[in-house]
């Protein structure tokens, strides 16, 4: 069945500085990749998302890039804020025509901005 | 505001109980999934329900048990209950439209937060 590894578990960035978040899977079959930012004592909101068929997309200060030939993707933060900390999961599940697949998490990072 | 509902926000039980969690997916919603998070650890997957039916089985246990009524609502029921069982329980859905492309974009309920005793 598919896993996903996600890296670091912690990261801590200066205000206004990058942070990465990097994730590999195992499933090649693998179609969509969601990313889900998780604030202390609350739901999991989606962020970005990424379908196999691109390379990279963007939303403002957030970038996922996908290579689906070393089968792994990353978050990219720039300009990091305080609202940014947070814990992030990476996701990977199978989508199409049935829905019927399950979506497999990472296991988190989480992410401190320092001030 | 996501849309997806569940109930109640807090449960406290003790040991050997049985308990069961409600949720109802946003409007238009076929796929419901639900997840059990452990304090300071990741999603785990239980299980999906896809216009119900089960399509998915995650690492579910053998006393937990879920359904998703003509409605679409889902229950998911936790019996003999375990100290260990104490978690915030989410509750997920998402589209997945026969007959159209679709993708697990997931939208999260608010979780009920099980405590045992």
């Known amino acids: 069945g598919e896993n996903v590894e996600q890296h670091p578990s912690t990261l801590s960035v200066q205000e206004g500085d990058s942070a990465v978040i990097k994730c590999t899977y195992s499933?090649?079959?693998?179609?969509?990749f969601p990313w889900y930012k998780q604030e202390l004592g609350k739901r999991p909101q989606l962020i970005i998302d990424?379908?196999?068929?691109?390379g990279e997309k963007k939303d403002q200060r957030i970038a996922v890039t996908l290579n689906k030939t070393a089968k792994h993707f990353s978050l990219h933060i720039t300009e990091t804020q305080p609202e940014d900390s947070a814990v992030y999961f990476c996701?990977?599940?199978?989508?199409?025509?049935?829905?019927?697949?399950?979506?497999?998490f990472g296991s988190g990072t989480r992410l401190s901005i320092r001030p | 505001d996501s849309g997806v509902t569940q109930t109640p926000k807090h449960l406290i039980t003790a040991t050997g109980q049985r308990v069961t969690l409600r949720c109802s997916p946003r409007?238009?919603?076929?796929?419901v999934y639900w997840y059990q998070q452990s304090l300071d650890q990741g999603l785990q997957f239980l299980i999906q329900?896809?216009?119900?039916?089960?399509?998915a089985k995650g690492n579910i246990l053998e006393r937990f048990s879920a359904q998703q009524f003509p409605d679409l609502h889902s229950e998911l029921n936790l019996s003999s209950l375990e100290l260990g069982d104490s978690a915030l329980y989410f509750c997920?859905?998402?589209?997945?439209?026969?007959?159209?492309?679709?993708?697990?974009?997931?939208?999260f309920g608010p979780g009920t937060r099980l405590t045992v005793l």
């Open positions: 990424i379908r196999s068929n691109v």
């Open positions: 499933d090649s079959a693998s179609n969509y």
């Open positions: 329900y896809y216009n119900g039916e089960e399509r």
């Open positions: 996701a990977a599940s199978i989508g199409g025509w049935s829905s019927a697949s399950k979506i497999i």
């Open positions: 997920a859905s998402s589209v997945g439209l026969a007959g159209a492309p679709s993708y697990n974009e997931q939208f």
């Open positions: 409007s238009g919603d076929l796929s």
